[in-house]
């Protein structure tokens, strides 16, 4: 039986994990965290001293990484070791190492892997940065979501202050998202980038229930 893959890309803070979890429990989908697996990455190479610009060194790491994914409460939860990550991979220390990792091809690839394995579980929706482009380029219901960089920057500072793990100010967010931007877009391995076909649609201005409607509204005949 051929799975339905919801895809979503776009940069940080721009609605794709809240449009993505709305979206999975509307019809039924598997939410999918791309971005969790490559911090789960980024954490282990830190856990285990590894110096992330280093990508070979990044490369053996990952590789020896074992993440066990099983489906819990309408989502791919994720394990290490028998637990769950939790807040550990969403602090700003892993932030700021996670681009470094996420441009390691050996990583790309093997969380490709696991991605592309996933559709075991059922339908999904899965949200990243190359999902559109290299993950699920086939899916007949591709997303791009952009916001501007102030809305991005808000969206992030408040979603770190409601984790209780904000220690950041209003610009250094910015800047962080910005300097992530940057690298994410000019990688050689599978870029972030809107990918041809896909709908571009910027939250800027947008209410999540209006984005929401906006990605249902544009699914392929018989999906909702």
Known sequence: MDRRVIAIDGPS??????????????????HVDSGALYRIMTWQCLVRGV???????????AAAVEVECRPENGAIA???????PGDRI???????HASPVATVKEVRDRITSILRGMTQYGDLVVEGRDITTAVFPDSPARFYLTASAEARAARRQKEEVEKGIANQSAEA????????????????????????????IDSTDLTLDQ?????LNALPDGWR
Do not use: M, Q
């Open 173 to 200: 967010v910015k800047a962080s998202l910005l300097a992530r931007d940057a690298i994410d877009s000019t990688r050689k391995h599978a870029p972030l980038r809107k990918a041809d076909g896909a709908l571009e």
């Open 90 to 96: 969403r602090t700003p220390e892993i932030n700021a």
């Open 78 to 84: 994720y394990y290490v070791g028998g637990e769950p």
């Open 13 to 30: 803070g721009a609605g794709k994990s809240s449009v993505s979890k709305r979206v999975g429990k509307e019809l039924g989908f598997l």
């Open 211 to 215: 984005v929401v409607e906006t990605v």
């Open 51 to 61: 110096d992330t610009s280093n990508p070979a060194a990044v490369a053996a790491c």
